[in-house]
């Protein structure tokens, strides 16, 4: 193996470097970490890749991560050498974003108020857990079989411990969950216990689960998966690659994403600044991260509704900022609460790497209501296609922006669909209430 990859302090101020077989997730003053590379990648590895849309038995190729694994190689191998490739690479038979592209919804385009031609939404739900994780998952997994762990560690709202408990199970290792009781949806915690992973319930939310998750880790030699592990970020820069590819890598006007923990806006930044900076892109996308009302903790800071605007200023963010918002929280009894479980989360654990992901990209913030949600997601199934209700937010945040005329309606949009439905009677609920937009209700 070559030595061209190794993490960074995300603090320019601080920029501290450590080897690739660096297993804690922030530098030694409590920053988080990028991987980065020496060397740039020749844009000709954009034919390599569509070639190996005809895998020749590779799963490597089949697969929607690894195929383009010159972009992230902090493995450092021969990524013609399948031999190495097997060796290193975690993979479920390259199911991990095989199925994931770009779609056009009519119905939606229709709904959002935009041309069919303008829209492409890809429904991350497509991969084997049923949700976009596993994109990270199979690169987190990688380094963590490459620094010898024997157990993965998260906490999850759902989609996380579904994904951590299967490449643990498939990989041979052990996988603890942390799971806010009671604020996971039956048919993702299914999936962790279906897996075998040892579910740990923690009185309070999900920021309470990865505080506790990350202590185990630390103190019990986990190997943390939640997405502040920068190896997971690395793997879910795959998402706007696959949209970017089938769109010639043309850029699009708009990258939309719904807003939780922030890693996908954070995957979606540091794929988009690397692309701009080798020359693989001529026009920066702007990301547009839709919060729920529910768990507004990015709106309200970076547009101002706490006190001033939050930006990443060149890294530089004022963090003191950040500490007397969630000290406000506290001290007010405020909790994140949304229907939408996935993008319950009041404290981002990639606030900062987010910030600087919307400043690349000039980008925007803003909510949306529980009741937009389940509209958003519903208009998604009309059109034959299964999604979680968080994944309804990318959908009336579109809707949302172009009202505003922040989208303008010749303005070309990629929404990503983070998961399919997983609680079943989110929509059969929907579907009662004839009050409901698109409800068709049962009949005697």
Not at 144 to 150: E, H, N, P, Q, R
Not at 226 to 254: C, H, M
Not at 384 to 406: H, P, R, Y
Request: neutral net charge.
């Amino acid at each position: 193996m070559q030595d061209g990859a190794h993490l960074k302090c995300i603090d320019p101020r601080c920029g501290s470097e450590y080897p690739i077989s660096y297993a804690n997730v922030q530098c030694a003053r409590g920053h988080l970490l990028d991987v980065t590379y020496k060397t740039r990648p020749p844009s000709s590895l954009k034919e390599t890749f569509y070639k190996r849309r005809n895998s020749e038995g590779s799963i490597f190729n089949e697969s929607g991560v690894w195929r383009f694994r010159e972009l992230l190689n902090f493995v450092q191998i021969d990524t013609t050498d399948i031999d190495q490739c097997s060796k290193y690479l975690v993979s479920l038979d390259g199911a991990e974003g095989r199925q994931s592209k770009p779609y056009q919804m009519s119905k939606v385009a229709e709904f959002v108020g935009i041309s069919s031609d303008n829209l492409w939404l890809q429904p991350e739900g497509y991969n084997p857990s049923g949700s976009f994780k596993d994109n990270g998952m199979a690169t987190a997994v990688t380094h963590a079989k490459l620094i010898g762990a024997k157990k993965i560690v998260c906490a999850s709202t759902g989609n996380t411990s579904a994904s951590a408990g299967m490449f643990a199970a498939n990989e041979g290792i052990k996988c603890d969950v942390y799971i806010p009781s009671g604020q996971i949806a039956p048919g993702k915690l299914s999936q962790a216990y279906q897996f075998g992973a040892q579910i740990i319930e923690v009185d309070g939310n999900f920021d309470d689960a990865l505080k506790q998750s990350l202590q185990d880790a630390q103190n019990h030699k986990g190997y943390t998966v939640n997405s502040v592990n920068p190896f997971r970020i690395e793997g879910q820069k795959t998402i706007p690659f696959r949209a970017l590819e089938y769109l010639n890598w043309e850029a699009p006007d708009w990258i939309v994403y719904p807003g939780g923990a922030l890693g996908n806006t954070t995957s979606c930044g540091k794929a988009l600044m690397e692309l701009y900076e080798w020359g693989w892109i001529k026009k920066i996308p702007k990301i547009a991260v839709i919060n729920s009302v529910g768990a507004s903790t990015l709106s309200d800071l970076y547009n101002g509704k706490f006190e001033d605007k939050l930006r990443w200023n060149n890294g530089n963010p004022d963090t003191e900022l950040v500490s007397r918002y969630y000290d406000h929280l506290d001290e007010a009894g405020l909790r994140p609460k949304t229907k939408a479980t996935a993008i319950q989360i009041g404290r981002p654990a990639n606030l900062l790497k987010g910030l600087r992901a919307l400043e690349f990209t000039d980008g925007v913030v803003t909510t949306v209501t529980d009741s937009e949600m389940l509209d958003g997601m519903s208009v998604v199934g009309l059109n034959g296609f299964d999604c979680e209700m968080a994944s309804g937010a990318t959908v009336v945040g579109i809707k949302k922006l172009i009202n505003q005329e922040i989208i303008k309606k010749d303005d070309t949009v990629v929404g990503i669909l983070t998961g399919r439905q997983k609680d079943a009677m989110i929509p059969v609920d929907y579907h009662r209430d004839s009050e409901n937009r698109f409800a068709k209700p049962p009949r005697n």
